[in-house]
């Protein structure tokens, strides 16, 4: 049996796909999205547990090599909605995104560092990553100078116990946080 094919019944397939089409709001494709998953998905551990004050474990830390050696580092990490617009599309997806502040100091308690920028939470060839800002974040505008930074979080069965690793490169530069509240 053959089929045959109705022009005006494609005519008005295609005519009604297009009015579907248009009353979707679709996000701008040069600006980064939050990733979406199914309600059945469970979610992403690390965006799931981010947000939050952590502290510097100096013990775990120097486990670590001696980049992250001696002072304090104390770390805040905040929600915003608005940050994702400030990111182009080249990292994909993120699965959390808001305000990172840090803040080191060193053995006598004198500020050495203080920092903060927007980030976001990506994976990319399977790690987990920290987006931010690699120079001084203006508070203007997108983000210049994108840095990746590698993430990885131990859950613990009372969240207060969680730790948090954060770090340059793997094997390197690696400071591990426990939770402050």
Known sequence: MKAILNPIGIFI???????????????SLDRAVPCISSEDDKPNLIASRLFGQ???NEELTNKFGPYFNGGEIEISIAYDENVLELFDNRFGCAYAHGTMTMVGKDDDGKIVLKFQSPFMLISQNGNPLLIVEAGEY????????PHRNYVSLAAAPDVSHDLLFLGKH??????VLGRIN
């Open 13 to 27: 397939f295609l005519a009604n796909l297009q009015v579907q089409a248009s009353l979707l709001e679709l996000p």
């Open 54 to 56: 952590w502290k510097k």
């Open 170 to 175: 793997i094997g390197h530069d690696f400071v």
């Open 138 to 145: 203006s508070g203007n505008g997108p983000i210049e100078h």
